[in-house]
């Protein structure tokens, strides 16, 4: 009786959970934008000027007037106009377009409404200065300027009215105008502006397109009304701010276009004055209204600050992790190397399992994956179906090679195989990455997310984070670090799962629209089976999976350090099976976040703040759209991908630098030394990452998910080629080994420099050049004299 009574609750308390997550999806939403705009007159040109171009010069506008121009020098109402002359051959009459690009502004020049001149206005020692560039091949008249990548392009119509596009590299000395394809329908252009990888024109047909290299033209919908000359700006990393007429005469709106989504948003902000003309500055406008004023108009971001709710939320799961870290410090109070770095050999292999997806999915699965896939599309998905293949291999051949062996740091195996001199750099190595390109971006990415959401300063979401793992790594050791990362995995992925429910719910009727734009976007595209070594494509991802994680996985001391703790080569390779267990439905949920969020703000655009990176895209629905409470949860999720992933480097580092140098470059090394100085080097460890976390705070970056990959391929791939001559091989040897890494690493180098592939091949090309260069160079040196027995996939041991 009590067990029908269980399993008829079930169902019940499944329908409670559901109604609860739509009352809370169904809460009135504030329809208001997230962005407000501080509109302010700007002082009025001298001698009564009437302002004819507006132009932006050093992120300054420029007036002119007749053949006089002043500059903005000062902020809003208290600016003052400061007069300059205009050069010989620039005057309003001349002027048909102009784009800043950095310091400079490029023109085109001519007469009678036709463009063909071209030329760089710039400020030198005070006075504008004109640096001539090649002329256009034909006069075109509409002209409209942009700079992408270096590049700057011309749009217009010939006198034959031709849609004509031209590009000329500012990179390349003494290069000339090249004809592009122009764009469909050939409409007179009223705009033409670059926003990260692309450019966005406006016609008078009332279309906007978008361009790029790779894909030429595309369609991207209808515009709300007439761009006014000069408006359109770049905002952010994704939003185009734009001054739009919606009907003759009416009074033009502020309002941006969505460059990942489509959509239109409208500003709430009153205009001054009938605007007819404007230039882009900073993150806003500079407009001259019909009667002669000048006006401007900032963005600026909302703060969402927490309810104390959610610091309750955030502070028990805090007071846990050290609550688990405690627990093994006064347990471990006589702590041996082993119990220290390795849990005694005697963690669970389910528990090692959890705790290698746990360090795998970091803040990076959890805030730049969703972006990722916000931005684009699921294809860097398939490098968790692809890996799942490489996770078998490495369970059965590599793992059980290795745990044999008793390693604490997987760099003794190069020792033994090898040379100690290369166990020694490829462990410096792996520290500088794991610090570099691994720890730092890790932290700063939640950090830097929610900062700009919530308004906690970047430094006290660093101090959250960082302090409070290292306090539970240096108290709890390995055990510390495998027990949270199991409860972490629960805590993140918990609230993952619950915010794809709360968008899905909370899209209503609009539900079945949404998902038609999905499938129309390609926004869940899985796959690309095209040969372009520039994409993410499915030769790709299988070209990283055999060198990232078959070939890279011994070396990987983070990831091995888990199953070396396990009690046998056996339960060593159910914990990657564990693993790999995981990794799909895993992997499907962070990305399903990322197209949940698309069909979210492609239905509430006024809901995105323009002048947050992609980034934090997903910090920015949690903070803004879900109920108090929950906002907590989930930022502790995020704090929780973090963190296990900090520990397990944090650990992993302290390790090494403990076993592989302390171990052999102190004068008398004792057992209760390492461990003493591993419990330091925590420390160390963690305050270096968040000193360089802190650094990365300075940058722009528009993708850290990119980055961490492209630093990983540069940093990691040599020493990862040497674990393949070694396990795989019987004729590698130190000579060879050592040759190969240094010829891997020059030449990937070179390849990054000439920007030859996408990031992802990085690691692989390293890979892949250390093992052929290290081959061939062995056979010009002697075979290795020492034994080989259980060194290498060819000579198990007997007992294997």
């Excluded at 739509?22 to 407000?36: D, G, N, R, T």
């Excluded at 011309?154 to 394809?181: E, H, K, M, V």
């Excluded at 502020?254 to 003309?277: K, M």
Aim: some cysteine; charged content about 15%; overall charge neutral.
């Amino acid at each position: 009786m009590r067990r029908a009574d269980r399993v008829g609750r079930r169902p019940g308390l499944l329908a409670v959970l559901l109604a609860l997550l739509a009352a809370f999806a169904v809460l009135p939403a504030q329809a208001e934008s997230l962005a407000s705009v501080d509109a302010t007159p700007l002082a009025a040109l001298p001698e009564g000027a009437r302002v004819q171009a507006l132009l932006t010069l050093g992120e300054r506008p420029l007036a002119i007037a007749g053949q006089r121009a002043w500059r903005l020098d000062g902020e809003g109402a208290d600016g003052r106009w400061q007069a300059m002359a205009l050069p010989a051959g620039v005057s309003v009459t001349r002027l048909q377009a102009a784009t800043p690009d950095g310091a400079g502004t490029h023109l085109l020049l001519g007469d009678g409404g036709m463009a063909q001149e071209a030329a760089t206005l710039a400020l030198v020692s005070g006075a504008l200065v004109v640096q001539p560039l090649p002329a256009l091949p034909e006069p075109i008249a509409h002209a409209r300027l942009a700079v992408l990548a270096g590049v700057l392009y011309a749009a217009g119509l010939d006198a034959d009215g031709q849609a004509r596009f031209y590009a000329l590299s500012r990179t390349t000395p003494g290069a000339g105008w090249i004809a592009q394809a122009p764009w469909p329908h050939g409409s007179a252009p009223s705009s033409l502006v670059a926003q990260k990888f692309a450019l966005y024109l406006t016609a008078v047909d009332g279309r906007i397109r978008q361009w790029t290299p790779a894909e030429g033209w595309q369609d991207r919908g209808t515009l709300p009304g007439a761009v006014v000359d000069g408006s359109a700006q770049p905002i952010g990393q994704a939003h185009v701010l734009y001054l739009l007429r919606p009907a003759p005469g009416a009074q033009p709106a502020l309002q941006t276009f969505h460059t990942i989504t489509g959509s239109w948003a409208v500003l709430p902000a009153t205009l001054d004055g009938e605007a007819r003309l404007a230039t882009g500055w900073r993150s806003g406008l500079v407009w001259a209204s019909a009667d002669g004023g000048l006006h401007a108009a900032q963005l600026r971001s909302g703060k969402h600050l927490l309810h104390w709710l959610d610091w309750v939320v955030i502070v028990v799961y805090l007071v846990a992790m050290l609550g688990i870290g405690g627990y093994f410090y006064l347990k471990d109070q006589t702590a041996s190397e082993s119990d220290f770095f390795m849990g005694g050999r005697s963690i669970p292999f389910w528990v090692a399992g959890v705790s290698l997806y746990a360090t795998n999915t970091s803040s990076i699965s959890f805030i730049a994956i969703p972006a990722k896939a916000y931005e684009t599309n699921w294809q860097y998905l398939t490098n968790n179906l692809i890996a799942v293949l490489g996770l078998m291999f490495v369970a059965v051949w590599i793992v059980p090679l290795l745990r044999r062996l008793d390693l604490m740091s997987v760099f003794s195996y190069l020792e033994t195989r090898f040379h100690p001199a290369i166990r020694m750099l490829a462990s410096a190595l792996a520290i500088a990455m794991q610090v570099g390109s691994r720890l730092s971006v890790i932290l700063f990415l939640p950090a830097l997310a929610i900062a700009t959401i919530t308004g906690i300063p970047v430094v006290w979401s660093i101090m959250i984070m960082g302090v409070f793992t290292i306090i539970y790594t240096a108290m709890g050791g390995m055990r510390a670090v495998v027990w949270t990362d199991f409860v972490q995995v629960f805590v993140k992925m918990g609230g993952a799962i619950f915010a794809i429910g709360f968008i899905l719910v909370s899209l209503g009727s609009d539900l079945d629209t949404v998902r038609e734009a999905v499938a129309i976007e390609h926004k869940t595209k899985l796959l690309d089976f095209s040969f372009d070594l520039t994409k993410a494509t499915v030769w790709g991802f299988i070209f990283l999976v055999v060198f990232d994680v078959v070939l890279t996985f011994p070396k990987d001391q983070v990831l091995m350090q888990r199953t070396l703790a396990t009690s046998s080569d056996k339960e060593a390779g159910r914990s990657i099976w564990v693993f790999a267990a995981i990794m799909i439905p895993g992997g499907f949920v962070f990305y399903s976040i990322g197209t949940a969020l698309w069909m979210y703000y492609r239905q509430n655009p006024e809901r995105l703040d323009p002048l947050l990176p992609i980034d934090a895209t997903f910090p920015l629905f949690i903070a803004a759209e879900l109920p108090v409470g929950v906002t907590g949860l989930i930022i502790a999720g995020i704090f929780a991908a973090a963190m296990s992933t900090l520990s397990s480097i944090i650990n992993s580092v302290a390790t090494l630098l403990s076993v592989d140098f302390y171990s052999r470059l102190a004068k008398a090394p004792t057992e209760k030394g390492s461990v003493r100085f591993a419990e330091w080097m925590t420390v160390v460890v963690g305050l270096t990452g968040m000193g360089l976390a802190l650094v990365l705070s300075r940058y722009d970056i528009h993708s850290l998910f990119d980055v961490s990959i492209e630093l990983a391929g540069l940093l990691g791939g040599g020493f990862a080629g040497a674990y393949t001559l070694g396990m795989f091989t019987k004729r590698a040897n130190s000579p060879g080994v050592a040759i190969g890494i240094g010829g891997s690493i020059a030449l990937t180098l070179l390849a990054w420099s000439f920007n030859l592939v996408h990031p992802y091949f990085y690691l692989g090309i390293s890979i892949m050049l250390c093992i052929v260069i290290g081959y061939v160079a062995s056979l010009f040196f002697a075979p290795p004299a020492r034994s080989l027995e259980g060194l290498t996939i060819h000579t198990r041991k007997a007992d294997a």
